[in-house]
């Protein structure tokens, strides 16, 4: 999460913990940047991205509240379990919790969607 978010310490608890537990739901890397895009907000979301430690696993929010911007990039292999329509959805609900002033509960809400949207389906083995 970006430093000077304006977050206070109950807040950034609140959304580390939401990122721990879709992490551990669809075990793919979640990061958040909240604050201003550095140029284009969709080539500044690429480029971080990018320089995430496994970016193929990852799925990165980019929230500008000032501009009314959000981005979600999805690496390659989240992707092939993250539908786009999934990652829509969960930003049209993030989007419609900040036009209601609730920040921290929009990032809740779309983490935990997209997480439960990419969630892997459990491999039954059966026993020879």
């Known amino acids: 999460m970006a430093r000077g978010d304006g977050f206070?310490?109950?807040?950034?608890?609140?959304?580390?913990?939401?990122?721990?537990?879709a992490?551990?739901?669809?075990r793919?890397?979640?990061?958040?940047?909240?604050?201003?895009?550095?140029?284009?907000?969709?080539?500044?979301?690429?480029?971080?991205?990018?320089?995430?430690i496994a970016p193929a696993r990852s799925v990165l929010i980019m929230i500008d509240p000032a501009a009314r911007?959000?981005?979600?990039?999805?690496g390659s292999v989240v992707r092939r379990f993250l539908a786009d329509d999934a990652v829509r959805l969960a930003a049209v609900a993030m989007e419609s919790a900040f036009a209601a002033g609730d920040l921290v509960g929009g990032i809740k809400r779309g983490v935990n969607q997209l997480a439960d949207s990419a969630r892997q389906p459990?491999?039954?083995?059966?026993?020879s």
Do not use: M, N, W
């Open 122 to 127: 459990e491999t039954l083995h059966a026993s």
């Open 28 to 52: 793919f890397e979640f990061s958040l940047y909240v604050g201003p895009a550095d140029g284009e907000p969709v080539a500044f979301a690429e480029k971080l991205h990018a320089s995430l």
């Open 69 to 74: 911007v959000l981005e979600i990039v999805t």
């Open 23 to 26: 992490e551990t739901t669809c």
């Open 8 to 21: 206070s310490s109950d807040q950034r608890y609140d959304i580390d913990r939401a990122i721990r537990a």
